[in-house]
């Protein structure tokens, strides 16, 4: 199945901003709902954004809602998580996750809705 690499993320201080993105790790054609995730020491991954495979749905979590925002690029494959005025309590390894399989046009907050997962990326949030 379809790999995905992650890139972005590093060291930020509280108040600024990190983009991370998601790619298919081989060209293909298709486009892919994703799911970000991102999980800090000694807690459960919990689920931050979404987006459908066709950009026109996304999804975030109260935590990050109006911080947070997820883009496709143009060709589709691409997807971005842009988090704005970052705060130390979003110190965590991020984690895309695409759906590659039984694919609608929804999106999905259940980290068990997602197949192929990215190898993760630091962010850390200065105070």
């Known amino acids: 199945q379809v790999q995905f690499t992650q890139s972005g993320g590093g060291l930020v201080q509280a108040g600024g901003s990190v983009r991370l993105s998601c790619a298919p790790s081989e060209k293909t054609p298709r486009t892919f709902p994703i799911g970000w995730f991102r999980q800090s020491p000694g807690l459960a991954r919990e689920f931050v954004a979404a987006?459908?495979?066709?950009?026109?749905?996304?999804d975030y979590a109260d935590s990050v809602k109006g911080r947070a925002t997820v883009t496709r690029d143009d060709a589709g494959s691409t997807v971005y998580l842009q988090m704005n005025d970052l705060k130390p309590e979003d110190t965590a390894v991020y984690y895309c996750a695409a759906r590659t399989t039984n694919i609608h046009g929804s999106v999905y907050r259940d980290e068990r809705d997602y197949h192929s997962w990215g190898q993760g990326t630091q962010v850390t949030v200065s105070s």
């Open positions: 987006v459908s495979w066709s950009g026109g749905l996304s």
